[in-house]
């Protein structure tokens, strides 16, 4: 013999497993395809956006330091030391791997 219950649940029910998800609405054909492109797109162009301006921001740092330390004394041994002429075609403050230097 069945008993009523209240809420209409058996004993080993809960609450929560009668709750259902809401219905999501349907996307077309042309959305289902352009939506994750754009989301992409978008997490990207972000991503690219805040290195950039991370290269920036370290590039002006450097900057700085470098031009406090190049006075003429530096330049001189600098030049001594690496035996190459400031500027030149071996100067490696002109290498292709000194990319923040770049301007």
Known sequence: ?????????RPHMHAAARV????????????SRILPSLVVLGAAYTVVTFVRS??????STFDKMF???????VEQ?????????????NDPRNNLFNFLGWS
């Open 54 to 59: 991370q290269l920036t921001r370290e590039s």
């Open 67 to 73: 031009a406090q330390q190049n006075t003429p004394e």
């Open 20 to 31: 259902t998800a809401p219905a999501v609405p349907k996307l077309g054909p042309v959305t």
């Open 1 to 9: 013999m069945a008993t009523a219950h209240p809420q209409g649940l």
């Open 77 to 89: 041994a600098r030049k001594k030391a690496l035996q190459v002429e400031a500027g030149g075609k």
